[in-house]
């Protein structure tokens, strides 16, 4: 099964992509669509120029799993597990493209669920995320028909996450603007390992950054991978 879906964030595209990967907006993220309390990073690791992300969570059954299948759950706890793959020279100005690998609850890893995550800037304020997926599921269990059911909830929960995506980043840039406003937006930063991998050409290119905020980056421990992606990048 293939299937496209589009919205629109209301963040710049060069802000968005990099802080939809905080620890921070990854916890609202999960909360929001009712992921789970917050989400784990279960790897990450550089291969050649490209990241690999690998997160995992523990979503409510009721919002993960299509009605007919609930059944099948019993006493399994319930894991959803995303890869992401960010190519730097992909990432160094918009449009943006990320590649994704799902493993949705109940499927296992003989479900293949890939696509491209595309990030391009619409206005200076403004960008549209558009995903493309297909979705091949075996049947759960050996039962016939439950591949194309499970299929077909993948579809309907990530185009609803597209739907409540605007206003979950609503909520982070009220987050954001109230730190900033209380001289503590470094604070959204604070134990996120994952920001050290993004490339330093995305982090230059936002208007105006907090001074503390990107001494804070650069010279932190969680920092200090941005110098190895610098070579990289300039080696290109």
Known sequence: MKFSHSTIIPMPAHEYVIERETAAFRSLYSQSMHLGPNI???DQKMDGSTLMMHWRCFPEAEHVI??????FIGGIELIHQEQWWYDLDKIA??????RFRQIPPLVGGNADITGTV???????TSCRQTIHCEANIPPIFHVPGTGSIAAKGVKDQIGQIYRDLPAVVEK???MRKSLQDSENYAA???GDDALKHLSESV???IRHPPKDLVAAIVNSPAGSGISTIRRRINAG
């Open 203 to 205: 982090l230059r290119n």
């Open 40 to 42: 784990e990073v279960v």
């Open 66 to 71: 299509p009605g007919p299948l609930r059944h």
């Open 172 to 174: 982070w840039l009220a």
């Open 93 to 98: 100005e918009p449009p943006y493209l990320l």
């Open 118 to 124: 595309t990030i391009e800037a619409l206005s200076p």
């Open 188 to 190: 959204l930063w604070e």
